[in-house]
């Protein structure tokens, strides 16, 4: 898709300066364009109503918003952490921030490179993030954005996927509303290793058009999700993948000072079978499993679901006895 002129305008980017305009892939609720500058090189975001996947998806483009305000407010106690922003064109639903050359974090999860050490240094950004998010009382206000987070998180995820489950629909329908009443601290919303750069000197978070005051266990969940999904295609790679999942949530744990690490570890703990099995069947699945992936996902899920496991070294002992049966 060509940049529009008049983006490039309301982001003050004069078109004799650009030397070559390239399209990023990889996600489904934005376009993004890297800009080389004839001095810099810049990359532009701009927001889209209607979210690239097969189910019907729609969201209010002026989400962009939520994902400025959070990389400002990241960026003023974490600044290695977040992209810089260097213009936004709210009528666009757009911004443009600096382009940072680090490999993503799920690109080397899937050549096998899997490294607990990086895990543990996401987990304890993120715990920072949201612990300094509790600190700051205009916080809660700027980042009240319910009806985003159902749009983009509840209903896709899991009213979608308790309508095709109907034994754990109303567990699934709890766990989205209880997202909805819990508010502790501000969720990115989309911790995903597709949405993390491995930076030298930290992880760099991208992709905060979800963000919205909440429960941080959420985020915590949404990555764990990944890990524990990656192994189906690594087999190999489980003692590793579950060392970063107990590394990451630990470290997550051990720096939280907002509430009860006892309740919070069970909340990560049913959320994350909950996302598994969205990611299967509610409406932004992963593209990387085949069908028989998906049914032994699904499968386990369901039973982990029912069984109400809330203990995270018991999920992955059950998981990783159910990989090593196939
Ligand atoms: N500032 C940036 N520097 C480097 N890469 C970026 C930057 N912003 C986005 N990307 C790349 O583009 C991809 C999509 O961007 P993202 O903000 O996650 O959009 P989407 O909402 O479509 O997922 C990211 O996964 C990342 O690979
Ligand atoms: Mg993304």
Redesign the pocket.
């Known amino acids: 898709m060509k940049i529009p002129l008049d983006l490039l305008e309301a982001l003050g980017i004069a078109s004799q300066d650009i030397v070559k305009i390239d399209m ?1 892939g ?5 376009d ?1 364009w890297r800009l080389d500058l004839a001095h810099e090189t810049v ?1 532009v ?1 701009r927001a889209r109503r209607s979210l690239k996947v097969e189910a019907d998806w729609q969201a209010d483009p002026k989400r962009i918003q939520s994902e400025i305000d959070w990389h400002n407010f990241v960026r003023s106690f974490l600044p290695e952490s977040v ?1 810089e922003i260097i213009a936004v064109a709210p009528e666009h639903h757009a911004f443009s ?5 680090y490999p ?1 974090w799920k690109a080397e999860l899937l050549k096998g490179k899997v490294k607990p050490r990086f895990a543990e240094q996401v987990a304890q950004h993120l715990v920072r993030i949201h612990s300094m998010s509790t600190t700051r009382s205009e916080i809660r206000q700027q980042f009240a954005h319910d009806d985003l987070f159902y749009a983009l998180r509840v209903e896709p995820y899991f009213l979608t996927t308790a309508d095709k489950h109907v034994a754990i629909g109303d567990t699934l329908r709890e766990l989205g509303h209880n997202l909805l009443v819990t508010k502790l601290a501000l969720m990115q919303g989309d911790i995903s290793p ?2 993390i ?1 491995i930076g030298t000197a930290s992880p760099v978070f ?2 905060a ?1 979800t963000a919205c005051y909440g429960d941080p266990a959420f985020d915590m969940a949404f990555c764990l999700t990944h890990l524990m999904l990656k192994v189906l295609l690594q087999p190999k790679q489980l003692p590793i993948l579950m060392a970063s999942v107990r590394t990451m949530f630990s470290t997550y744990l051990a720096g939280v000072d907002w509430e009860d690490t006892g309740h919070l570890g069970e909340r990560i703990t049913r959320l994350l079978q909950a996302i598994m099995l969205a990611r299967v069947d509610g409406k932004s699945p992963v593209e990387y499993l085949d069908s028989k992936q998906q049914a032994l996902v699904r499968n386990f899920c369901v039973t982990s679901i029912k069984t109400s496991v809330s203990d995270l070294d018991r999920l992955i002992h059950d998981w990783s006895n159910e990989i090593q049966l196939h």
Do not use: R, T
Request: cysteine-free.
């Open positions: 990023l990889g996600g489904v609720s934005a993004i990359v975001k992209p921030m600096g382009l940072l050359e993503l597709k949405n750069l991208l992709d058009e």
